[in-house]
């Protein structure tokens, strides 16, 4: 390199550090929203124009139809079981982990030995890789060598068909689910415990309120807006969930746990229809969106109280 | 004396609270020690003569190590890349308030991961990228990118800004004042996002589940693979499992306190 080179490197390097120092409101967060409306904003748009078009991968080029796929949803009857198995998977789920987050949350609030390791094990369900863990409940739900059917036949109860049988299929799943997630709820609503105040503690306990009045009337308006929050945490992963549902039943027995985001993936990658598959996936799309600005406006209300 | 009962009754209810999560993983180590026969056996045995050659198995007859390598180097990318950009956006979005980037984030959140899926696929067919390690981690970053600074924003508002305008008042650049000072005060930030960005993308399966092929398999395809060829392999899957979780479960491990403040602090403030 010569003199000069180095030179003219040294100044336009110079200029653009004092850029980068005038204009840092700009610079700094300029990088990561490029790369943001490259990978996240071009696709999403890209799938919403997909969404208005017919368009068998592989066959021709999408053909725009305007709003022939929304019309054809309405019709499909794999998109109403989609949207049933959805809120009963979702609702039950999401219900079950925040109500058994919280109550074992409240049982652990309290100083005591070994609270580390609770912490560290309560960490490992929701921090292993979902396709492994789901596997191995796979085995365990197996209804004629699981472990599960084992045990509650070693104390004398029934065993299950769990994700064998239509019937049992959406709550077997829900179980795994709470297994895999309850964890995180206890975790977040236990840190959110710690931050309480003190005082309404003390003044029940000089009114000498019980143990449930204390819960009921004090902790539970107290601790609402971390559990709504740790509930739009969670119901943003609930509402798409996959990966535990392709690698254990991949919406079976026949489409008993085909959710709406599994049916809108099968369309796309099994059937290669595009267009109705996109369609599909914008539904989904707005059911989390509706659901989270309800929320919101839950956990404002919860926060203003 | 009924005080004593009652701490014994609490430890009695905190081991029954434990064992649903530990059971599912002694479960797993179980089912990767045993052999084949043993795995179909009913009922299930409890006590046996653990083998490791179902390890040795999978190392040498599934190529495991390739995808472990695949999704080490996938991970490992696509945190630092979520890092170097993540960084600075979080602390100017924390100093400026810059809200609007943040609904972008939230956007990328919220829709569900399908809906990039096709997209991305005819984009990577069509340049030819399908099956690189640049294909994956770019659709790693989705996830991990939003992440690191929906987290990091946190770290940088709970930071004294004194520090900093001390530094400038002491003759520092702006960016030299961010990388000598700042950076280093949310040091334990860092290494949380970095390590929660590491776990989703190591745990990512459905990008990979399409985008990948036999030169870039991450590990969770590789082991959701045992189950489509023919016969179950459950004493595979069994290892296999074990050798993906523990590495997610150490760094877990390490930064326990910071995860769950991590996830506090970004669902309490959104």
Partial sequence: MTRTETAVLKTAFRALTHFIDRRQAFAYPAPAVVTLFLIVIIPIAFNLYL???????????????????????????????????????????????????????????????????????????????????????????NPEIGVLNYLLQSVGLPGSLWVSSPKTVI??????????????????VLAGLKSLP???????????ASALQIFWYITLPLIRPVLIAAMMLRSLDNLKEFDMLYTITQGGPGIASETLYLYSYNVGFSFFKAGYGSAL????????????????RLRLRAESL | MTKILRLILFYVGAV???????????????TGLKTGVQNIAYPPEFIFTPTLENFRAVFQQYNFFRYLMNSLIIA????????????????????YRQGKIGLMILV??????????LPWYIIFRYLGLVDTYMALTITHLIITLPMVIWLMVSFFEGMP??????????????????LIIVLPLVRNGIATSAIISFIFSWNQFLFSLILSGPRTKTVPVAVYNFISYGKIDWAGIGAAATLIVLPVSVFAFFVRKTIVQGLTMGALKK
């Fill in chain 1, 171 to 188: 709550p077997a799943l829900v179980m795994v689910d709470v297994w895999k997630w309850t964890p995180m709820i206890t975790l977040i």
């Fill in chain 2, 108 to 117: 990328a959140r919220m829709t569900p991961f399908v809906s990039y899926l």
């Fill in chain 1, 51 to 141: 969404a208005f078009t017919k368009w068998t991968i592989g066959l021709g080029e999408p053909r725009f139809i305007g709003l022939g796929n929304f019309i054809e949803l309405l019709s499909d009857e794999r998109v109403l079981n989609g949207v049933k198995v959805m809120v009963y998977f979702s609702g039950l789920s999401l219900s079950l982990e925040m109500v058994l987050g919280l109550l074992i949350a409240v049982y652990f609030n309290r100083e005591f030995k070994g609270s580390e390791v609770v912490q560290a094990i309560y960490i490992l369900p929701f921090a292993a890789t979902p396709v492994a863990v789901a596997l191995i409940w796979r085995i365990m739900l």
């Fill in chain 1, 281 to 296: 996936m914008v539904v989904v799309f707005l059911i989390v969106l509706v659901f989270n600005v309800v929320m919101n």
């Fill in chain 2, 16 to 30: 029954v609270l434990c064992v649903p999560p530990v059971f599912v993983f002694v479960w797993m180590i179980l």
């Fill in chain 2, 76 to 95: 490992g990318l696509a945190t630092g890349i979520s890092l170097v950009l993540g960084l600075p956006a979080a602390y100017s979005i924390a100093k």
């Fill in chain 1, 198 to 208: 003190h005082e309404p503690y003390e003044a029940a306990q000089i009114d000498g």
């Fill in chain 2, 161 to 178: 800004a004194e520090l900093e305008d001390a530094a400038m008042i002491d003759g520092c650049s702006r960016l030299q004042s961010f």
